[in-house]
């Protein structure tokens, strides 16, 4: 069970990595630029490249979190010894094996070969938006923040 719950977090933080890239790719952020080889046209607007392989590595996420409810689900009515039923075990520990060894693999790949537009990246920063959350709390601090409806 410690090896699908560590697999479980470690899934946590390649799909929050795939997340930025799925994001920093988008035409609104265009903070990186992503291999052609890892992306996909669009059937409507081909210039668009969709970040599959980013996608999909969030979407196996999921994979491993079932495997481990499934793992849990096993073992919420067992006795404190062995019993049949833990041999149902193997298939999401290796099913999550293998799901992470793919998405290293495919990230191995991919990673060095991403294209940073660091001008843009820099420009944003300057732009001071990330600011905005310490002038919201200096509002609230002030009593300019929301009332509920009591007043």
Known sequence: ??????????????????EE????????????RLPDA??????????KKNPDVAELIRG???????GLLSLFTMMK???LSYNRDMQEDKLPIFDAVDTIKACLKVLNEMV???????KR?????????ATATD?????????????DATG
């Open 38 to 47: 890892f992306t996909t046209g669009s059937s409507i607007m081909p210039q």
């Open 121 to 129: 990246m820099s420009g944003t920063a300057a732009a001071a938006y």
């Open 60 to 66: 196996k996420t999921g994979r491993v979190f079932g």
């Open 112 to 118: 060095p070969r991403i294209r940073f537009d660091k």
């Open 21 to 32: 890239l799925v994001l920093w790719s988008t035409e609104e952020f265009s903070f990186a």
């Open 135 to 147: 002038m919201a709390e200096y509002l609230v601090r002030k009593g300019m923040g929301f009332r």
């Open 77 to 79: 009515g067992l006795p």
């Open 1 to 18: 069970m410690e090896f699908l719950s560590a697999s479980a977090i470690f899934m946590v933080h390649l799909s929050r990595m795939a």
